[in-house]
């Protein structure tokens, strides 16, 4: 299984959906990096295959990053797998 996370502006958490595929996965990795690259506020909207009731939407310009991981059962110390990670820095 594939999980797509996006990182959304002045959001703390990712936003998930998965993918059975690395093939899939990498169809909507170019799917919402061709969207932000457009700089047009469409949206976009995704349903998750691991969990078929989950759906998303989300404005593309909203989006600030966005990575594809392998769930393979490797986890954090918090009980996530590596992703997105954000330092602050203190004046």
Do not use: H, W
Not at 70 to 87: E, N, Y
């Amino acid at each position: 299984m594939f999980t797509i996370d996006l990182s959304i502006r002045n959001t703390a958490f990712p936003i998930s959906v998965q993918r059975k595929t690395q093939e899939d996965a990498e169809a909507i990795y170019q799917l919402i990096l061709a969207a932000m690259r457009s700089g047009n506020p469409d949206i976009v909207e995704l349903k998750c295959e691991g969990k078929t009731e989950k759906k998303i939407a989300v404005r593309t310009s909203e989006i600030s990053g966005i990575q594809i991981v392998q769930k393979d059962g490797t986890t954090t110390s918090s009980g996530r797998p590596p992703g997105f990670f954000a330092l602050t820095a203190s004046e």
